[in-house]
């Protein structure tokens, strides 16, 4: 498909998973990658999820623990709600982002004192979450189409 239309590499993903879990995080480490920015919605549970699975809280303990600075960039429109409130304080959120564009990634960025190669973007739709990474210069894992 990408090679009759080349245009369309750009919706490539750097690496594909197909769940956050099956994410190799020790290679992202090695290979110098310390922010880790996460959608949301389909990415971080199924649907639009109120809280954190007690798995999810568990893996961000451990790559917290090993390094990692974790951001999430959400396109969800509100900021209430009880996985919002999970959030902040603990990891930098930045909702109604309106990925694809450029100016939420380099927001996020900017708010974890980050530049794009130190980053990668984990999410689960090319349109948003890979395009975006893409145009930002940030690195990108597309999970859940594995």
Request: glycine share 8%.
């Amino acid at each position: 498909m990408c090679h009759r239309f080349p245009s369309l590499r750009i919706l490539r993903p750097d690496e594909m998973a197909a769940t956050i879990f099956d994410v190799d995080f020790d290679r992202l480490l090695s290979e110098r990658k310390t922010v880790l920015l996460f959608d949301l919605d389909g990415t971080l549970g199924r649907g639009r999820p109120d809280r954190l699975d007690p798995r999810v809280e568990s893996l961000f303990e451990r790559l917290t623990s090993v390094g990692f600075r974790i951001g999430i960039l959400s396109n969800r429109r509100t900021r209430r709600g009880s996985i919002v409130s999970n959030l902040n304080g603990r990891f930098p959120a930045v909702f109604r982002a309106g990925k694809p564009a450029r100016r939420a990634f380099r927001r996020i960025l900017s708010e974890m004192d980050a530049h794009p190669g130190d980053a990668v973007m984990i999410g689960d739709r090319r349109l948003t979450d890979v395009l975006g990474a893409r145009w930002a210069g940030i690195r990108s894992i597309l999970v859940g189409k594995a």
